[in-house]
Nanobody, 115 residues
Framework: QVQLVESGGGLAQPGGSLRLSCAAS????????MGWYRQAPGKQRELVAT???????NYAESVKGRFTISKDNTKNTVYLQMSSLKSEDTAFYYC?????????WGQGTQVTVSS
């Protein structure tokens, strides 16, 4: 089992920045992908960004150039640095950990972009 705890959500103004953190604990594989997904009211959950154990990254087109995903292996923590925020980034953001035999989600954290 893997437990994920997100933090760092909140309110930001358009054009502002926020950083999300996701700390993983439990029995972790040496090969996995961690990432962030988001779900806005009335919409399906969508990929935001992922990062593999090798450091390879993948981003949704809508966030490329504005968001950066990174990880600290010593802390088993993944970060999502969000800049140039837009109102359409408002959503509940979920951390995800995925490996060959399991797929885990955090509880989520709300991000609201509003003036």
């Amino acid at each position: 089992q893997v437990q994920l705890v997100e933090s760092g959500g909140g309110l930001a103004q358009p054009g502002g920045s926020l950083r999300l953190s996701c700390a993983a604990s439990g029995t972790m594989s040496s090969t996995y992908v961690m990432g962030w997904y988001r779900q806005a009211p009335g919409k399906q959950r969508e990929l935001v960004a992922t990062i593999s154990t090798g450091g390879g990254t993948n981003y949704a087109e809508s966030v490329k150039g504005r968001f950066t995903i990174s990880k600290d292996n010593t802390k088993n923590t993944v970060y999502l640095q969000m800049s140039s925020l837009k109102s359409e980034d408002t959503a509940f953001y979920y951390c995800n950990y995925r490996w060959l035999l399991g797929n885990y989600w955090g509880q989520g954290t709300q991000v609201t972009v509003s003036s």
